[in-house]
Each structure stands twice: as C-alpha cells, then as structure tokens.
C-alpha cells in the first residue's frame, strides 16, 4: 500500500515538472489573453481573423504559433506586418499568445463536403 503511494507519488511529479518543462509551449493562456489585445485588430477577438488574408490562430496547434512567433521576430520568416509585432515579444510573451490562441475554438475545418463532385 505505502509503495502504491509512493508510485502514485512519484508518478504525478514526473507529469507536473518531467512533461511540463519538456513542452516548447507552456505559456499560461491568461496572460497570453491580456497580450493579445494588439493582435485582435487583424486575427480577431475570437481568434479567426477579421478577414480572409488574416490568418485564424484558434486552435492552432500551440507548437507551431511558437515556432512562427519566433521566425517572425528573428527574420527567418519575413511579412511587414508580422516581423514588426513580434520584434518586441519575449520568449514569455511567445509562450502565452500561443497558449492563449491555441486554447480558443477553432473555425477550422477539411475541404469534406466542400469540393464540387465530392463528398
Ligand atoms: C495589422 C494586422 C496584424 C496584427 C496587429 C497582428 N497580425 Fe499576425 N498576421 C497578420 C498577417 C497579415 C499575417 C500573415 C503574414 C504572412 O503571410 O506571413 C499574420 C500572421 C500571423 C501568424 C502566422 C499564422 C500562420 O498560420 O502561419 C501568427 C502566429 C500571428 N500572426 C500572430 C500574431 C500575434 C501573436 C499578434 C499580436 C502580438 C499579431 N499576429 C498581430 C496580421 C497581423
């Protein structure tokens, strides 16, 4: 009993500090909303983009708007608008608009149904 415990124990605390601190993105989602005030001008405040040429960052997965936050602001990834929003975030900042936008509903859906002569 006492060693089940233990497992138990040692189990959770390798979830809570192992997994937690492997993850590249593990910003916390309420800060990240009180950054993104900026960012709803152009991607919306439900995260979906005001229109067609502002991408949808809703259920992005959160990896990948870490990795394209980062490019933007190193110049790996050039566009005008974005390199100059993410000039002045840290990797904190990054971390929680990530978390924050991935954690919204997403719009996004396959072409089924969509494609003319298909399903
Ligand atoms: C003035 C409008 C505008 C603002 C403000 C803005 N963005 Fe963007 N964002 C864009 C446009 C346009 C693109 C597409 C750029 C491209 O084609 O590379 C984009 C692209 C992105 C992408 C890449 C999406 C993808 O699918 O690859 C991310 C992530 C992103 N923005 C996050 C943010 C964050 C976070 C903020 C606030 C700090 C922000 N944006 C503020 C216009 C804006």
Redesign the pocket.
């Known amino acids: 009993m006492r060693h089940r415990t233990l497992t138990v124990s040692l189990l959770a605390a390798a979830l809570a500090f192992g997994f937690g601190t492997a993850s590249a993105a593990s910003g916390n989602a309420a800060n990240g909303k009180a950054?993104?005030a900026?960012?709803e001008?152009?991607?919306g405040t439900n995260g979906n983009g005001i229109a067609p040429?502002?991408?949808?960052?809703a259920g992005?997965y959160p990896d990948?708007?870490v990795q394209?936050?980062h490019e933007?602001k190193d110049g790996q990834?050039?566009?005008a608008?974005?390199n100059g929003?993410?000039a002045p975030?840290s990797d904190e900042?990054?971390a929680d608009?990530?978390a924050f936008?991935s954690s919204m509903p997403s719009k996004l859906s396959d072409l089924h149904g969509k494609i003319s002569g298909g399903n």
């Open positions: 950054k993104a900026p960012c001008a152009c991607h040429n502002y991408p949808a960052l992005q990948y708007l394209v936050l933007y990834r050039t566009n608008i974005m929003m993410a975030l900042d990054i608009l990530a936008f």
